[in-house]
């Protein structure tokens, strides 16, 4: 079946624009999880999103933000890009138990 | 979840056994070990999991200690292509879903 889809795979943006990350699970799991991945801090979870609710928040400012969609696919939004957010952005579904990842989008702020 | 801790970085020989240590001592009695590893830019891939007993799969082997404090990847005959970051951590397992922490991970180098 097949895996964890996100899209775009690479992007590059300047300062102050915002950026919609889209990630699709694997068909039939409804929990859908954000993580940030940048060489200084290491892989750093952003949020998680279950049957449309997200259910667990890590510690990132306001302008990350999300979505799941009833179909189980989420989004990821970030407002005011600042270089710092240059990083890749990682997807993963689940079932409850392990998690498979996609990957990632590699988002470049100039 | 319980943080985990695991050296920086190891090498090995390939064809000879791999394993990978992680501490977790305040590991909580329903929090289940994951192993995932990473290949350069891909996204992380799960190895094994656990939560008493040690498990094996055809990836690798698990071996957690009686007191659950740490545990050790082993991967049984290592090749060039298991070069790549293996992350250990702690959750709960099946039901409901909680933040991960991933921490910093073991980079591995096999060489020949």
């Known amino acids: 079946k097949a895996g964890v889809t996100q899209t775009p795979r690479y992007l590059i943006k300047t300062r102050g624009q915002q950026v919609t990350l889209s990630c699709s699970p694997i068909?039939?799991?409804?929990?859908v999880s954000w993580y940030q991945q940048t060489p200084g801090q290491g892989l750093q979870f952003l949020f998680e999103y279950f049957s449309e609710t997200q259910r667990n928040k890590g510690n990132f400012p306001g302008r990350f933000s999300g979505r799941q969609f009833s179909n189980s696919r989420s989004e990821m939004n970030v407002s005011t890009l600042e270089l710092g957010d240059s990083a890749l952005y990682l997807c993963a579904s689940s079932l409850g138990g392990e998690l498979f990842f996609g990957e990632g989008s590699r988002l470049t702020v100039l | 979840d319980a943080k985990t801790t695991q050296p920086p970085s190891m090498d090995c020989a390939e064809g000879r056994a791999a394993n990978l240590p992680c501490n977790h001592s305040?590991?909580?009695?329903?929090?289940?070990v994951y192993w995932y590893r990473q290949i350069h830019s891909q996204g992380p891939q799960y190895i094994i999991h656990g939560l008493k007993n040690n498990e094996t799969n055809e990836m690798a082997s698990l071996i957690i200690t009686e007191d659950r404090k740490s545990s050790t990847l082993i991967l049984p005959h290592a090749t060039l292509r298991d070069t790549a970051v293996y992350y250990c951590i702690v959750r709960v397992g099946t039901g409901t879903a909680s933040k991960l922490t991933f921490g910093t991970g073991t980079r591995l180098q096999v060489t020949l």
């Open positions: 068909s039939g799991h409804r929990s």
């Open positions: 305040t590991i909580s009695g329903n929090e289940y």
